[in-house]
């Protein structure tokens, strides 16, 4: 547990949560934080707001089908998604918005999925205010720990700073339902994989379902109430960072009670070069989560 963003006066107190922070992205790949500015209350109805979007019948939902748009905004349903090829579909329904683009940004014309338009539902009515509102709020504590996450590193604090002037930041409600009587050992609420990106910071309702691949190959169940957030890293920082952040396996097997999550999945602008320091290469942030994107959606594309 993280409880303190701010690590830029290193006393002894800071420098204990240094060490913990260090730790905890280079050896585990998780955290959790506290202290971050959003309260409980507000994480709280955040999430009932996804579960009664989520609730509604499928003919209120399907007036916001993703499969509409070929991007990643609006309602997924469940088993539209494939993390891992090995396990069947993930036993889940989705809902995503992300970046909008304001007037004039220079990738507006150039028809980018990452950046596509946001799809909204009528029902619930407070729903597009609430989740927007939150995004808001939540890329502000992610853009504050990658800042802790720098100074970690021995950086500069704002180092990162400029690589998410636009960033591709994906903000995802997640409803995992009662884990049905036919599971087997191939579905999930979600398969195991490594997330693609950069830095997730994941709210949940409390309710257990989480699981964390430990460096002894373990699976280690993680939860955390509303208002402690749950952090981990994607692929595209650990070889930015070349491996000094370690992206960690994990998924969601599903219990006996419904769980909702909220994931912030932040990521930096799309021409960012997030190739390794003094690699010589160049790799596209964009054309990463683009790839990674398309070979989750690949397999039922084509069943």
């Keep these: 547990m993280i409880d303190d963003l701010n690590l830029k006066k290193l006393d002894d107190r800071e420098a204990s949560e240094l060490a913990k922070l260090l730790h905890a992205v280079g050896e585990v790949g998780f955290l959790t934080v506290s202290n971050t500015g959003l309260d409980a209350d507000q994480v709280r109805n955040v999430i009932e707001t996804y579960r009664e979007f989520f609730h509604l019948p499928d003919r209120h939902k399907k007036t916001v089908d993703m499969a509409m748009t070929g991007s990643n905004r ?21 809902f995503d918005c992300g970046y909008e683009l304001p007037a004039g940004n220079a990738y507006a014309d150039k028809g980018l999925s990452v950046y596509a338009p946001n799809l909204w539902p009528e029902k ?33 604090e704002t180092s990162f700073d400029r690589a998410f002037d636009t960033p591709m930041a994906l903000l995802r409600g997640n409803f995992y339902p009662e884990r049905p009587a036919w599971a087997g050992d191939r579905d999930f609420g979600i398969g195991a994989h490594t997330d693609y990106g950069c830095l997730t910071l994941l709210a949940t ?36 960072t070349a491996g000094k952040v370690k992206a960690t396996e994990h998924r969601v097997v599903g219990g ?48």
């Design 205 to 240: 309702d409390g309710v257990s379902g989480l699981e964390v691949r430990m460096p002894d190959g373990s699976w280690q169940p993680v939860s955390a109430a509303p208002g402690t957030f749950i952090i981990n890293f994607g692929e595209m920082l650990e070889f930015w």
């Design 124 to 156: 619930p009515q407070e729903f597009q205010g609430v989740i927007r509102a939150y995004y808001s709020e939540a890329c502000s504590v992610a853009m504050r720990v990658l800042r802790s996450i720098a100074v970690a590193l021995g950086r500069d």
């Design 74 to 94: 609006g309602w997924g349903a469940s088993q539209s998604e494939q993390v891992d090829p090995m396990a069947n579909p993930d036993f889940k329904e989705v």
């Design 256 to 303: 006996t009670q419904e769980r909702v999550s909220v994931p912030l999945f932040f990521n930096p602008s799309y021409e960012t070069n997030v190739a390794p320091p003094k690699s010589g290469e160049t790799i596209s942030a964009g054309d990463h989560l683009t790839r990674r994107y398309n070979e989750t959606y690949v397999h039922l594309k084509a069943s």
